[in-house]
């Protein structure tokens, strides 16, 4: 299966055998302190600048209905962002995570994030549709 929106993720998770928690961050584009004039009129086109993360949530795959719905929750917190950054942490038959597991899981996420290091998370723009990262 092709992951074509946000949507597909979560069908995929929850036919996985396992129970999968999605990890999510949620990243602003920020112009640096130090960007160049040059890069201070792209940004403000809407192109380049960096990614910082601004907030990020962890949900049972089966207890998020949609991508809507999680939508309306960031929403709901007041931020605004302009990509998620997703990952799935399974669980082992007959063994549920821990909070501290999923705590430091969603710890490298974020430090990942601020380093550039972007391979291992699924990117989605706000719309939910996959962004491929260059």
Same mark, same amino acid.
């Given at each position: 299966?092709?992951?074509?929106? $946000? =949507? =597909? ?7 996985? @055998? /396992? *129970?999968? *928690? #999605?990890?999510?961050?949620?990243? *602003?584009?920020?112009? @640096?302190?130090?960007?160049?004039? %040059?890069?201070?009129? /792209?940004? &403000? ?9 601004? +907030?990020?949530? =962890?949900?049972? %795959?089966? &207890? ?8 309306? &929750?960031?929403? %709901? #917190?007041?931020?605004?962002?302009? #990509?998620? +950054? ?16 999923? =705590?430091?899981?969603? &710890? ?15 990117? $989605?723009? @706000?719309?939910?549709? @996959?962004?491929? #990262?260059?």
């Amino acid at each position: 299966m092709n992951i074509e929106h $946000f =949507d =597909d993720l979560l069908t995929l998770a929850r036919a996985q @055998p /396992t *129970r999968q *928690r #999605l990890l999510v961050v949620f990243a *602003r584009a920020e112009l @640096p302190d130090d960007a160049t004039e %040059a890069q201070r009129r /792209t940004f &403000e086109q809407g192109v380049g600048g960096a990614l910082a993360p601004a +907030f990020c949530v =962890d949900k049972e %795959a089966d &207890e998020l209905s949609s991508f809507t719905a999680l939508q309306a &929750e960031a929403a %709901a #917190l007041g931020q605004t962002w302009d #990509l998620m +950054f997703v990952a799935a942490l399974g669980s082992r038959p007959g063994q549920a995570l821990v909070a501290s597991q999923i =705590d430091v899981a969603l &710890e490298q996420m974020v430090a990942g994030i601020q380093a550039g290091q972007l391979g291992g998370y699924l990117p $989605f723009d @706000p719309s939910g549709q @996959p962004v491929r #990262l260059a």
